[in-house]
């Protein structure tokens, strides 16, 4: 006569599943660590803090899609109050950075614009950056790029329900 073996519990979830997501969090904080301190060298070297540095890039963005940007509009995009856009302004206006001047449409309206010498430094600075990154997805198969674009998306989507149910 054969002992038998109780039968093991299952866990409620697939452990194999769990270990893999887990792998992955965990590439993601050690990517995320890595980007905070490339983007602290970077604020480092440009002498910018970072809502400074974001509100150039996003400053840079609405030209080239050829938008122009109020102070409200900047106030919007890093979640700051007005007074905290002003404060920020008249620093990168004085590094010369950005100009602001009258809305062509609005004369009452004032429009922030980037100067070509932002757009050199970002430019000089954020360059070398940017095709390591690249460089990094080279030869990734099509298929695979999908995968990954949805699991960021997935992400994104995940953490930002997070936000939502808090307010």
Same mark, same amino acid.
């Not at 007005?82 to 602001?100: F, I, Y």
């Not at 992400?155 to 939502?164: G, K, L, N």
């Given at each position: 006569?054969?002992?038998? #073996?109780?039968?093991?519990? /299952?866990?409620?979830?697939?452990?194999?599943?769990?270990?893999?997501?887990?792998?992955?969090?965990?590439? @993601?904080?050690? %990517?995320?660590?890595?980007? /905070?301190? @490339?983007?602290?060298?970077?604020?480092?070297? @440009?002498?910018?803090?970072?809502?400074?540095? +974001?509100? $150039?890039?996003? $400053? $840079?963005?609405?030209?080239?899609?050829? #938008?122009?940007? =109020?102070?409200?509009?900047?106030?919007? %995009?890093?979640?700051?109050?007005? =007074? =905290?856009?002003?404060?920020? +302004?008249?620093? $990168?206006?004085?590094?010369?950075?950005?100009? #602001? &001047?009258? =809305?062509?449409?609005?004369?009452?309206?004032?429009?922030?614009?980037?100067?070509?010498?932002?757009? /050199?430094e970002v430019r000089k600075t954020l360059t070398d950056m940017h095709s390591r990154m690249i460089g990094a997805t080279t030869g990734i198969e099509p298929e695979v790029a999908a995968g990954i674009v949805e699991f960021l998306d997935r992400m994104r989507e995940a953490v930002d329900a997070i936000d939502?149910? &808090?307010?």
């Amino acid at each position: 006569m054969t002992a038998t #073996r109780p039968e093991v519990q /299952a866990y409620w979830y697939d452990q194999d599943e769990q270990e893999r997501g887990r792998r992955i969090l965990e590439a @993601m904080r050690l %990517y995320r660590a890595a980007e /905070a301190a @490339m983007r602290r060298r970077t604020r480092e070297q @440009m002498h910018m803090g970072e809502n400074d540095l +974001l509100a $150039l890039r996003f $400053l $840079l963005r609405a030209k080239q899609q050829g #938008r122009a940007v =109020s102070p409200t509009d900047i106030g919007a %995009y890093l979640g700051i109050k007005t =007074s =905290s856009v002003t404060v920020m +302004l008249d620093r $990168l206006e004085e590094a010369g950075h950005v100009r #602001r &001047h009258p =809305s062509a449409v609005d004369r009452r309206r004032i429009v922030i614009e980037t100067t070509e010498h932002a757009d /050199a430094e970002v430019r000089k600075t954020l360059t070398d950056m940017h095709s390591r990154m690249i460089g990094a997805t080279t030869g990734i198969e099509p298929e695979v790029a999908a995968g990954i674009v949805e699991f960021l998306d997935r992400m994104r989507e995940a953490v930002d329900a997070i936000d939502a149910d &808090h307010d």
